[in-house]
């Protein structure tokens, strides 16, 4: 016979309570390799950084146009013996910028260009194979978290491009119309390797944040914030566009003064062009010209960062306000940064901390957009 209960006895005493499911319904099935394929981006994050590194000290020290050829395969392979080098030489030779530029330079001076071009080809190359390795291994083990297949392929897809892209720009040096590269081609390049360093910070900071947790911190959003940083970060791509076309001309060396360029405020003979043409082309060929809208541009970007910062100190998430304050500071060290490579005629080194400088500056707003995107919660107790 059962033994008689209690009618004070709680239900359910004496066993054992269900335990939750780890994670939201969202996240069951359909979480994959978050932390796996974050590592595998931020290794692709770190090579584009390199990669956009190597490329300024390539164009710094005139060295893009020292390999002749594309040849995506058999070009992994430099120069083996001294025939090689003397083929390869001989093919620079031919080009436009030696014969009106470098027509002194002896063998010994050709291979320290052509490293660095090598260089620059070898580590896409290498960018290629770990983003074909990474995404064949967590596409054939079906690590991949849904709705981020199509994302991942759409960056091999980019850096593809890119390759195309670099080409297409080497090739305006090789015509005879310049001894450079042409800059707004410049422009496209490293354009796209700024989107393509964008898109993976953009993923890396989504992936370190469930799919529920993403879903939750979106209806906090704070959609003012998250438009001015749109707009902010547009802002700031053009700006790197426009340096880019300043770099291709060597422009930052034009006139080594500041405010004034020059003495005045508007650079003389600014439509000026040696071989004429249509006054529209002095925006890109013109030095004091593209320099002056470098400068312009320069000064109404940090006018709108700060606007921007003083909306994103109004947050109501500490989180939120740190990020757009490291964005802020970042961006006054940028405008000091340039002022003193203007001042200093744009040597190497600063001129290659410029353009790292505003690689930091790209990804902290974009750090700051997503925080306005997709806020981190805090809890009172947290927060002491």
């Given at each position: 016979m059962a033994e008689k209960r209690s009618i004070f006895e709680e239900v359910g005493a004496g066993t054992k309570p269900a335990e939750a499911p780890k994670g939201g319904m969202i996240d069951r099935g359909r979480g994959g390799a978050r932390g796996a394929i974050r590592i595998w981006l931020a290794v692709l994050f770190a090579l584009v950084v390199?990669?956009?590194?190597?490329?300024?000290l390539t164009r710094l020290t005139d060295s893009g146009l020292s390999i002749t050829e594309w040849r995506p395969v058999t070009g992994a392979l430099p120069p083996m013996n001294e025939a090689d080098w003397q083929s390869e030489f001989a093919k620079y030779q031919a080009s436009p910028e030696f014969q009106l530029q470098n027509h002194r330079m002896d063998l010994d001076a050709f291979k320290s260009i052509y490293w660095w071009e090598w260089g620059h080809?070898?580590?896409?190359?290498?960018?290629?194979?770990?983003?074909?390795?990474?995404?064949?291994?967590?596409?054939?083990?079906?690590?991949?978290?849904?709705?981020?297949?199509?994302?991942?392929?759409?960056?091999?897809a980019l850096g593809g491009l890119q390759g195309a892209i670099?080409?297409?720009?080497?090739?305006?040096?090789?015509?005879?119309?310049?001894?450079?590269?042409?800059?707004?081609?410049?422009?496209?390049?490293?354009?796209?390797?700024?989107?393509?360093?964008?898109?993976?910070?953009?993923?890396?900071?989504?992936?370190?944040?469930?799919?529920?947790?993403?879903?939750?911190?979106?209806?906090?959003?704070?959609?003012?914030?998250?438009?001015?940083?749109?707009?902010?970060?547009?802002?700031?791509?053009?700006?790197?566009?426009?340096?880019a076309l300043v770099a291709g001309i060597d422009a930052g060396r034009a006139f080594p003064t500041w405010p004034l360029m020059g003495e005045s405020f508007f650079p003389a003979d600014a439509f000026y062009l040696p071989e004429g043409g249509p006054a529209v082309l002095a925006f890109f060929e013109?030095?004091?010209?593209?320099?002056?809208?470098?400068?312009?541009?320069?000064?109404?970007?940090?006018?709108?960062?700060?606007?921007?910062?003083?909306?994103?100190?109004?947050?109501?998430?500490?989180?939120?306000?740190?990020?757009?304050?490291?964005?802020?500071?970042?961006?006054?060290?940028?405008?000091?940064?340039?002022?003193?490579?203007?001042?200093?005629a744009a040597p190497l080194a600063l001129g290659l901390a410029h353009q790292l400088g505003a690689l930091v500056v790209w990804v902290l707003i974009l750090r700051a957009r997503h925080?306005?995107?997709?806020?981190?919660?805090?809890?009172?107790?947290s927060r002491s």
């Open positions: 390199a990669m956009i590194a190597v490329g300024g080809r070898q580590l896409g190359r290498v960018i290629g194979l770990v983003w074909a390795a990474g995404f064949v291994f967590f596409w054939a083990t079906k690590r991949i978290p849904t709705g981020w297949t199509g994302r991942l392929l759409g960056l091999g670099g080409w297409w720009m080497v090739s305006s040096g090789l015509t005879g119309r310049m001894v450079d590269v042409a800059s707004y081609r410049l422009a496209v390049h490293l354009g796209l390797a700024f989107a393509i360093l964008g898109l993976i910070a953009w993923d890396m900071l989504s992936l370190s944040r469930t799919e529920s947790a993403l879903l939750q911190a979106r209806r906090s959003r704070e959609a003012k914030l998250f438009s001015l940083s749109t707009g902010l970060m547009h802002f700031a791509f053009l700006q790197i566009l426009l340096g013109n030095p004091g010209l593209v320099q002056f809208v470098h400068r312009m541009s320069g000064y109404l970007l940090f006018a709108f960062a700060v606007v921007v910062w003083r909306k994103g100190r109004r947050s109501a998430h500490p989180v939120t306000k740190t990020a757009f304050d490291w964005m802020a500071a970042m961006m006054f060290g940028q405008v000091v940064l340039g002022i003193v490579t203007v001042l200093h925080r306005a995107q997709y806020p981190v919660v805090q809890s009172i107790r």
